[in-house]
């Protein structure tokens, strides 16, 4: 009892310090002195004082109840970091109205980040006045206020002329109307130069574009989810670390569930991260959000794997040498990191071709620091692979339930006549754990995760499925770690760490393990067909210890 304590404080320290990289977002101090919202305002720092204290700042002159001075940024409309005081103008209240642009003045925006204009572009664009008139090509700049700014981490640009849904009209009082939408404020949109496609350095041809959030960016569940994730993280690090200190579990499953699990972590971790705007735009956006993509392309095709195992060692063939599981593991590896690769490859080719046009490609370190949340992206990159492997993982789980069922009879037909080990409720009781083991597995919350992608986002199952798989650390860590067997084996690595003598409860135990492996495998050597073939004792023999193994 004492040692299940131990454990239940080392998880939850665990768990505290996973929270430690965001704690400081937590630690803001108020602001020192607000004369106004964040949001309307921009950094004034390198303005020149007059005498009475004003601020000239870019042509507009700032009195001193209209600045003031912040310790924070703002990033994404919900996020607050930390940053040195500086001196911050209420633009807004001077202007009356104000835009924002998704990059600073002399920028442009291109592959999701903001570069350098040498020239000097208006941005120039019909408004619609109160009155209901239109009055066309207006400079931007000399009507409104101008702040600057990503709205979310993941957008999109307004193309009118493809999708005529995507019409849009900036208004008087600085709100964009998108087709039959409700209004947007400042915060939710932003306004940039892009070059064009026919566009060179020697030449640059620029266009103005409209970036508007894709659907729920804004939405507590982006918050909500990165949190769950990061809690799974911990569960997965200390799953990891028990199947890598722990020589009795470093077989060809323990290795392939390590590969698996690693994967998930790291792909949670990045993933998290993105969503918590802590990687925003840049080189960094780009290769966390390829890194992320990486990591769960690699998890889906380690659990394939682990589902093509399982089948092979029940599939009925002549058993696999221990002595060989190192090339099998070899051939695995070489197979998931391969097929992970290759699309991996695909999507590099596709985001940094100029020929390819924008709907193609998937957005990473361009629009989002992941995919880019439309069903085209989504689909190719993600769910195509994923259902594939899915399909395949279910009826690897099909075929191998039929044959386990088919193994059971025979065992139990070899053994009738040893009711102790095999009556009744036992073996229901081990089928069951067994069954449901495999099925989780084999891509139970996957599953959810493709299943929560074609239904309405907005569907109350939307967020149960999502919050599942976030989960899946935990779910995870109970299946393969939280179990009476696994423990055993913690007590005695931590026994024989610190040079302690191995309890005598633990050594009978292992003993009639062993004992009960070869006397299965001298069984099956007198089966009903005859058949007494050191093959054939090898196969029955590592199919009953595998059923073992997954059933303690």
């Given at each position: 009892?004492?040692?299940?304590?131990v454990?239940?404080?080392?998880?939850?320290?665990?768990?505290?310090?996973?929270?430690?990289?965001?704690?400081p977002?937590?630690?803001?101090?108020?602001?020192?002195?607000?004369?106004c919202?964040?949001?309307?305002?921009?950094?004034?720092?390198?303005?020149?004082?007059?005498?009475?204290g004003?601020?000239?700042?870019?042509?507009?002159l700032?009195?001193?109840?209209?600045?003031?001075?912040?310790?924070?940024?703002?990033?994404?409309?919900?996020?607050?970091?930390?940053?040195?005081?500086?001196?911050?103008?209420?633009?807004c209240?001077i202007?009356?109205?104000?835009?924002?642009?998704?990059?600073?003045?002399g920028?442009?925006?291109?592959h999701?980040?903001?570069s350098?204009?040498?020239g000097?572009?208006?941005i120039?664009?019909?408004?619609?006045?109160?009155?209901?008139?239109?009055?066309?090509?207006?400079?931007?700049?000399?009507?409104?206020?101008i702040?600057?700014?990503?709205?979310?981490?993941?957008?999109?640009?307004l193309?009118?002329?493809?999708?005529?849904?995507?019409?849009?009209?900036i208004?008087?009082?600085?709100?964009?109307?998108?087709d039959?939408?409700?209004?947007?404020?400042?915060?939710?949109?932003?306004?940039?130069l892009?070059n064009?496609?026919?566009?060179?350095?020697?030449?640059?041809?620029?266009t103005t574009?409209?970036?508007?959030?894709?659907?729920?960016?804004?939405?507590?569940k982006?918050?909500?989810?990165?949190?769950?994730?990061?809690?799974?993280?911990?569960f997965?690090?200390?799953t990891?670390?028990?199947?890598?200190?722990?020589?009795?579990?470093?077989n060809?499953?323990?290795?392939?569930?390590?590969?698996?699990?690693l994967?998930?972590?790291?792909?949670?971790?990045?993933?998290s991260?993105?969503?918590?705007?802590?990687?925003?735009?840049g080189?960094p956006?780009?290769?966390?959000?390829?890194?992320?993509?990486?990591?769960?392309?690699?998890?889906f095709?380690?659990?394939?794997?682990m589902?093509?195992?399982?089948?092979?060692?029940?599939?009925?063939?002549?058993?696999?040498?221990?002595?060989?599981?190192?090339?099998k593991?070899?051939?695995y590896?070489?197979?998931?990191?391969g097929?992970?690769?290759?699309?991996?490859?695909?999507?590099l080719?596709?985001?940094f071709?100029?020929a390819?046009p924008?709907?193609?490609?998937?957005?990473?370190?361009?629009?989002?620091c992941?995919?880019?949340?439309?069903?085209?992206?989504?689909?190719f990159?993600?769910?195509?692979p994923?259902?594939?492997?899915?399909?395949?993982?279910?009826i690897?789980?099909?075929?191998?339930?039929?044959?386990?069922?088919?193994?059971?009879?025979?065992?139990?037909?070899?053994?009738?006549?040893d009711?102790?080990?095999?009556?009744?409720m036992?073996?229901?009781?081990?089928?069951?754990?067994?069954?449901?083991?495999?099925?989780?597995?084999?891509g139970?919350?996957?599953?959810m995760e493709?299943?929560?992608?074609?239904?309405?986002?907005?569907?109350?199952?939307f967020y149960?499925?999502?919050?599942?798989?976030?989960?899946?650390?935990?779910f995870?860590?109970?299946l393969?770690?939280?179990?009476?067997?696994?423990?055993?084996?913690?007590?005695?690595?931590?026994?024989?760490?610190?040079?302690?003598?191995?309890?005598?409860?633990?050594?009978?135990?292992?003993?009639?393990?062993?004992?009960?492996?070869?006397?299965?495998?001298a069984?099956?050597?007198?089966?009903r067909?005859?058949?007494?073939?050191?093959?054939?004792?090898?196969?029955?023999?590592?199919?009953?210890?595998?059923?073992?193994?997954?059933?303690d």
């Open positions: 009892m004492e040692k299940e304590k454990a239940v404080v080392v998880v939850l320290a665990l768990v505290l310090l996973q929270w430690c990289p965001v704690a977002q937590t630690l803001v101090k108020d602001s020192l002195s607000v004369p919202p964040y949001f309307d305002t921009i950094n004034i720092t390198g303005g020149v004082y007059d005498a009475n004003n601020i000239l700042f870019d042509g507009i700032y009195q001193p109840d209209q600045y003031g001075t912040y310790d924070y940024e703002m990033v994404n409309r919900t996020l607050k970091f930390p940053v040195e005081s500086h001196i911050r103008g209420c633009i209240n202007k009356g109205n104000c835009v924002k642009y998704c990059c600073p003045r920028y442009i925006y291109s999701g980040e903001c350098r204009y040498n000097s572009k208006p120039l664009l019909p408004i619609h006045e109160e009155d209901g008139n239109v009055t066309n090509e207006v400079n931007i700049e000399e009507r409104f206020g702040v600057y700014g990503k709205p979310c981490g993941a957008m999109y640009d193309d009118p002329d493809a999708y005529p849904e995507e019409a849009y009209e208004h008087y009082n600085g709100h964009l109307k998108v039959k939408d409700s209004p947007k404020d400042k915060n939710e949109y932003c306004i940039a892009m064009t496609q026919n566009s060179t350095v020697e030449n640059p041809i620029l574009k409209v970036f508007v959030c894709f659907p729920d960016q804004d939405s507590a982006f918050v909500i989810y990165p949190i769950g994730m990061l809690l799974s993280v911990p997965l690090v200390v990891f670390l028990v199947y890598a200190i722990i020589p009795e579990l470093r060809l499953h323990g290795k392939c569930l390590m590969c698996y699990v994967s998930l972590t790291i792909g949670y971790t990045l993933l991260l993105i969503h918590l705007a802590v990687v925003k735009d080189f956006c780009t290769f966390v959000g390829f890194t992320a993509y990486f990591s769960f392309l690699i998890s095709f380690w659990l394939n794997v589902c093509i195992d399982i089948w092979w060692t029940f599939r009925g063939v002549r058993g696999i040498q221990r002595d060989a599981d190192r090339k593991f070899i051939i590896s070489v197979y998931a990191w097929c992970a690769i290759v699309i991996l490859s695909i999507a080719t596709m985001q071709t100029d390819i924008n709907d193609l490609r998937p957005g990473i370190g361009a629009e989002t992941f995919l880019k949340s439309t069903k085209l992206t989504e689909f990159y993600l769910y195509f994923v259902i594939i492997l899915i399909s395949i993982n279910l690897l789980f099909a075929l191998t339930s039929i044959q386990i069922r088919k193994l059971q009879k025979e065992t139990a037909a070899m053994n009738k006549g009711s102790r080990r095999f009556n009744k036992e073996a229901d009781r081990d089928r069951f754990g067994l069954y449901l083991r495999l099925f989780i597995v084999m139970v919350t996957w599953t493709v299943i929560s992608w074609l239904i309405d986002p907005k569907s109350w199952i149960i499925t999502d919050v599942c798989n976030c989960l899946q650390g935990f995870i860590f109970m393969f770690v939280w179990k009476p067997k696994i423990k055993k084996l913690i007590i005695k690595r931590y026994r024989s760490y610190r040079g302690l003598p191995v309890s005598s409860k633990t050594s009978r135990s292992s003993t009639r393990t062993s004992t009960s492996h070869v006397s299965m495998a069984t099956s050597s007198n089966n067909y005859g058949m007494s073939t050191k093959s054939n004792n090898n196969s029955v023999s590592e199919k009953s210890h595998f059923m073992t193994e997954i059933g």
